[in-house]
């Protein structure tokens, strides 16, 4: 806020773009160099009264020190630092009291900065983000999707390059349009022109709000804001917002890496919308309630493999809490793997039907696999929403199931939850905090960062606990052994969107923690399971070509040797190709 000039269309931006917790404010007055400093008191006084009616008005943080200054700029740099801003918001009429022209403040700007310029109105009907590429271009479609929380708000982006544009010129574009094609509120044009301030301003007659990133120049380069920037500003009435991120740009903008960072836009943003934790969902009466209104019918499906240790508790904690005390779940279901221990007797003694997956349709064939006995599941059960957990959890919850659900139950638009939690390691006879998941950090998240980047965001996603609608199970491909869980996440994604994923904070998890050969073979799985993703985003054929056979090394007395371990991932199809899932269907009515 700068004495003697108007601060609402500011303050007013701010808390559209961000939380009002957010956001602070802060009063400066700013004072001729030929005046002392005491001439501010005044002034000073006018803008802490103007600061406390703010504060009563809106939810906001207001700081309480009003800055005076011979350099009203610099004031505002070190209120930035003091507060370790993230997005610095003026109003363009603003820049006179701040005694600093504009290109002065993009110039080298202080954290990342929007200058909302003309007449922008209280409610916002319709946006238009020109995009170019590079870092500016980014935050300007961070902020448009910022203003445009709400479904209400219809988001367009133009994307103009010039005439006869070559694809390495238009190279910084390409993270950024990776976002928006997985971003289906907002509506793309794309457009060759050699008159792109014309252009943009056309195509933006009647939005309410147009935001441009300022021109992407070199850090050597005359400081400006660009020539179709200047344009625009001089010919546009109504609203504006010019951005610039503090990010430098990129040595080269042709590069192919110069937009590669825009994937944070869309990953961050699914990361804060979608992210759950279990608590919120702890109220099972609502949980109930809301499930019941659906008329949904919810399946919990056991898979074990020798877990006498566990299984019981695990099965009596979820019947107790579900199925007693509140009627959340319609059936319990444990799909055993042929185990060897009591596990089968001890899921039967608690009434909980028992299916061996290898007995299971013979027809189609018995594969081993905790992804085999996934798929199976689907055959066995009838609920509308299904949820897995396994069964070797020590640490037993309720939480594990409702967690799942509640995303599934409360959103529509949900098509499939993955549980995450902290996994302490088991050395000894205690734990160690912090340890685990040596699976997901060393081959799970490089792998999806590598080829499926909008998924760099699912904290575990090989965790054992997760679920989804039938609808959309049934559409997708099983993987018989350990790509299970990073297969159906990522053909979630190709399927559905990004949007459809939810991820919801289960705790903590205690198990038994497989050695490190065991994690080997895992990671050899999983590899086989993403190359297989990625044949089918890019159909062509590498599989046959690359070698299933794992050597494992063995070591005995006085010696080594190499055993040879075939570890081929097989797949099964999606259930609704196979005829018996249909005739399964029909039976149940």
Known sequence: MIHGYDFRPAVSLALTIADPAHVAVVGIVGIADAESLSAAAVPARQVRMFLRQLSDKWPI?????????????????????????????????????LQASLDEVLEYPPCDTVIANGDIPEKIGSVICALRGGPHAELALRLSLSVGHTSRVQISALHVTPLGATSLEDAAFKGVDRVLRNLPQVTRKYVETDDPAGEILKTADESDLLVIGASARPPSAVSSIGVVTDQILRQRKKGVLIVKSRRPLPAN????????????????????????????????????????????????????????????????????????????????????????????????????????????????????????????????????????????????HPRFVYGLLGPLITHPEIQFTKGFYRRPLKVDSGFQAGGGGRGTELTARPLLNLFFPELSGLIQPLSGEYGGRRSALEQMSFSSGYGVEIGLAIDMFEKFGLGAIAQVDLEERIHHNQPLESLSKMSFAIIQTVIRRIERRYSTRLLEDVNKTMKMIRYGQRRLLLEVEEIAELERPPVVEIPEYHRRSVQRG
């Not at 009003?66 to 109003?91: G, N, T, Y």
């Open 61 to 97: 943080r207001v700081v309480p020190r009003v800055r005076v200054s011979h350099k009203p700029w610099s004031e505002v740099v070190k209120a930035v630092q003091e507060e370790a801003a993230d997005l610095l918001v003026l109003a363009s009429s603003q820049l006179t009291g």
């Open 253 to 396: 903008m042709e590069s192919e890496f110069a937009g590669q960072s825009a994937i944070s836009i869309l990953v961050d943003r699914w990361f804060g919308e979608n992210t759950y934790h279990a608590a919120e969902f702890a109220d099972l009466d609502l949980l109930v309630a809301a499930k019941h209104k659906q008329t949904l019918r919810v399946s919990l499906a056991l898979p074990a493999l020798n877990e006498q240790e566990t299984v019981g508790e695990v099965i009596r904690t979820i019947q107790t809490a579900l199925c007693q005390r509140v009627p959340l779940l319609d059936e319990i279901v444990l799909v055993d793997s042929a185990s060897s221990d009591s596990t089968r007797e001890i899921a039967r003694a608690l009434n909980v039907p028992v299916y061996i997956h290898q007995e299971v349709l013979p027809e189609l064939g018995a594969r081993s696999g905790k992804g085999e006995a996934l798929w199976k599941s689907l055959f066995i059960t009838s609920g509308d929403i299904l949820i897995w957990i396994d069964t070797d959890i020590a640490n037993s």
